[in-house]
């Protein structure tokens, strides 16, 4: 089983949980760690160990980061190094998330399953363009 960890800046992370909760129901095996004002590297770095810890029966754990550099990833960053069975992904969007929420259950092989999500996350930002007829008066 795959377990996820979100983390970042302010109520990012329970920003997340709100909308993934509205969309998907509540996820099992998911955590959500907000840095907020007040909180220093230290505070991140535990409160990211004690989600961990948690998880600790799970085969496979991914933090997700909102912003690649930041304090929550690289805190995250730090407990990635140290253990073999975690994944740090940073740029987290909502698209991301949903797919890892619902889609880790049947993952067979974590090394796919990591390179889909990605591709994934990466595709959530579109550009859209309206196009106004210049021609059309009402």
Do not use: W
């Not at 991301?96 to 090394?111: H, N, P, Q, T």
Request: hydrophobic share 40%.
């Amino acid at each position: 089983m795959i377990g996820i960890i979100v983390t970042g800046h302010g109520s990012f992370a329970s920003g997340l949980k709100s909308s993934v909760e509205l969309i998907a129901g509540v996820q099992s095996d998911v955590s959500y760690v907000d840095f907020t004002a007040g909180m220093n590297t230290d505070d991140i770095k535990q409160a990211l160990n004690e989600s961990v810890e948690s998880m600790g029966s799970l085969d496979q754990i991914m933090i997700l980061s909102d912003i690649k550099g930041g304090s929550p990833f690289k805190a995250g960053l730090e407990i990635a190094m140290s253990k073999e069975n975690i994944t740090l992904f940073g740029g987290t969007n909502l698209p991301l998330l949903l797919e890892c929420s619902l889609s880790r259950y049947g993952a067979d092989d974590f090394e796919v399953f990591v390179n889909t999500v990605e591709k994934l996350g990466a595709e959530g930002l579109s550009r859209f363009e309206m196009n106004y007829d210049d021609d059309d008066e009402d």
